[in-house]
């Protein structure tokens, strides 16, 4: 971690991580721009995806 292209890759993966709202915390999912938190149990994770491929809710605009 101490040489300049490791420290250049690791703050161009934190500014795209800032870029899309990921600032802190793992992991972290994007379901058709939908941001989801944590570690949802399988059941709810099969929901949203679900419910986004067959269209229950809006999606959100992409990042």
Do not use: W
Request: proline letters at 8%; hydrophobic letters at 40%; glycine letters at 10%.
């Amino acid at each position: 971690l101490d040489s300049e292209p490791t420290k250049a890759a690791v703050a161009a993966h934190k500014q795209a991580c800032t870029a899309l709202g990921v600032e802190r915390g793992t992991p972290v999912y994007f379901i058709n721009g939908r941001k989801l938190l944590g570690a949802p149990k399988t059941e709810a994770m099969r929901y949203v995806i679900e419910v986004e491929i067959f269209g229950g809710f809006e999606a959100l605009p992409k990042p």
